[in-house]
């Protein structure tokens, strides 16, 4: 049985601070993410599922009452390694090159992709995430609940960032939108965002 691993974070844990702490990442990735991965490895097991990749399983239990449960931790454990890489120490400001063109086309300016951003993850009701996602050729940006993500829709995933409560309580309390500030303009790791756009078009061309 090819099991589901639980990957080490892409930095070390004070590497986001004072933005995010040492001790969120530790509770958040030793603990939740550990804990899903677990449990999908457990869920899996005899199933159709245990030698699927995780895309492959989100794909074929998205929406399906039956695989509700695998559905979840499947998908949370691929969203929460999406999340890690989707920050960097020193991170923020502006994306460059093609991406930066997109945004540029498809919302008008990065200011207006920044505060679409900013409030679809502020908004977004409980527990979720909020994703900068490439679909139909063009970039959008899509708040999801709970476990749902971007390889469940077809879409694919550019960036995102978790709006669940332990991705950011001990750091800023009930202060959602404080902490999807400091992800913006302090953490957010556009040239991992550069990547996924390009290899996305690279993808979409030879289609």
């Known amino acids: 049985m090819a099991m589901i691993e639980l990957p080490p974070l892409p930095y070390a844990k004070d590497a986001l601070a004072p933005h995010i702490s040492a001790d969120t990442l530790t509770v958040h990735h030793d603990k939740h993410h550990k804990t899903y991965v677990e449990k999908t490895n457990k869920l899996i097991a005899g199933t159709e599922f245990e030698k699927l990749s995780l895309e492959e399983i989100i794909k074929r239990s998205a929406r399906k ?10 998908a949370q454990a691929w969203n929460h390694t999406f999340y890690w890489h989707s920050m960097a120490p020193k991170g923020g400001g502006k994306p460059g090159g093609k991406l930066a063109d997109q945004i540029k086309a498809d919302f008008g300016s990065f200011e207006k992709f920044h505060e679409e951003f900013h409030t679809k993850g502020a908004e977004q009701f409980g527990s979720g995430w909020v994703w ?55 953490v957010a790791n556009w040239s991992f965002a550069e990547e996924n756009f390009a290899q996305a078009r690279s993808q979409s061309k030879a289609a």
Not at 65 to 74: L, P, Q
Not at 147 to 169: F, K, M
């Open 65 to 74: 009452d039956a695989h509700k449960k695998i559905f979840n931790n499947a």
């Open 132 to 186: 900068l996602v490439l679909k139909g050729g063009k970039l959008a940006v899509e708040a999801t609940s709970n476990a749902d993500n971007p390889v469940a829709h077809g879409d694919t995933a550019i960036l995102c960032s978790d709006v669940w409560e332990h991705a950011y309580y001990l750091d800023y309390q009930n202060k959602r939108p404080d902490y999807l500030t400091a992800f913006l303009d302090k």
